[in-house]
Nanobody, 118 residues
């Protein structure tokens, strides 16, 4: 079992930056690949980025490529999402999750709200 707690969200202007964190407790974070998702009001949950267990491989959704960077610090059991050049369409609740392989993504955190104003 893993418990995830996201933080770092807030209100930012168009073109601004935010850094989200996801603190993990329970099983060792390095056991899992990790990911960020987001969900805007009235929309389905959207994949944002994924990082391998060791951090050497990253994957991004098309809408955030070149603007967002996922990283992790396994010693601190923390996942990060650096978000630059934010736009109003990035407004959403952002969630971190564990990649459990064939069991899919799980152990979702409570989410952190990101609001980008124009």
């Amino acid at each position: 079992q893993v418990q995830l707690v996201e933080s770092g969200g807030g209100l930012v202007q168009d073109g601004g930056s935010l850094r989200l964190s996801c603190a993990a407790s329970g099983r060792t974070l390095s056991t899992y690949a990790m990911a960020w998702f987001r969900q805007a009001p009235g929309k389905e949950r959207e994949f944002v980025a994924r990082i391998s267990r060791g951090g050497g491989t990253t994957t991004y959704g098309d809408s955030v490529k070149g603007r967002f960077t996922i990283s992790r610090d396994n010693a601190k059991s923390t996942l990060y999402l650096q978000m630059n050049s934010l736009a109003p369409e990035d407004t959403a609740v952002y969630y971190c999750a564990v990649d459990r392989g064939s069991d899919g993504y799980g152990y979702w955190g409570q989410g952190t709200q990101v609001t980008v104003t124009s």
